[in-house]
Nanobody, 122 residues
Framework: QLQLVESGGGLVQTGTSLKLTCAASGRTISGYSMAWFRQPPGKEREFLVF???????GHADSVKGRFTISRDDAKNTVNLFMTKLKPEDTALYYCAAKAGSSALKSSEYPFWGQGTQVTVSS
C-alpha cells in the first residue's frame, strides 16, 4: 500500500514562496503519476498540477507560471514549489498518486495524504 505524507505548509505573506514535500512509503513511486490538489475553506477540492511516471507535467490555469512540481523517484518524494503566493492560495494542500497515466480528476487518484495547511496573509 502506498502511503503519502505532506509537509512544509505554514503561514506566509503575500508574494512569498513556499515548498511543499510529499514523502511516499510502502512502495516506490516509480510507475505512479503524482499530483497536488488543494481544498480552500468552504470549497471543493481542486486540481493544481501533476507529474507523470515519465516526467511529463500539467498545470491548472490558476497556478500556471507560479507553481512547479518535481519528483525524485530515488528519494520517493514529490515537491511543489509555489511562488508569488496570494491570499486566495490559502487552502489545505494534498498529495495524490495513481498507477499509470496522469489524470486531472481527484476521483481517479486512489492514494492520498492527510494534507498540509497553507495560509497566505494579505
Amino acid at each position: 500500500q502506498l502511503q503519502l505524507v505532506e509537509s512544509g505548509g505554514g503561514l506566509v505573506q503575500t508574494g512569498t514562496s513556499l515548498k511543499l514535500t510529499c514523502a511516499a512509503s510502502g512502495r516506490t513511486i516509480s510507475g505512479y503519476s503524482m499530483a497536488w490538489f488543494r481544498q480552500p475553506p468552504g470549497k471543493e477540492r481542486e486540481f493544481l498540477v501533476f507529474v507523470g511516471w515519465n516526467g511529463g507535467s500539467g498545470h491548472a490555469d490558476s497556478v500556471k507560471g507560479r507553481f512547479t512540481i518535481s519528483r525524485d523517484d530515488a528519494k520517493n518524494t514529490v515537491n511543489l514549489f509555489m511562488t508569488k503566493l496570494k491570499p486566495e492560495d490559502t487552502a489545505l494542500y494534498y498529495c495524490a498518486a495513481k498507477a499509470g497515466s496522469s489524470a486531472l480528476k481527484s476521483s481517479e487518484y486512489p492514494f492520498w495524504g492527510q494534507g498540509t495547511q497553507v495560509t497566505v496573509s494579505s
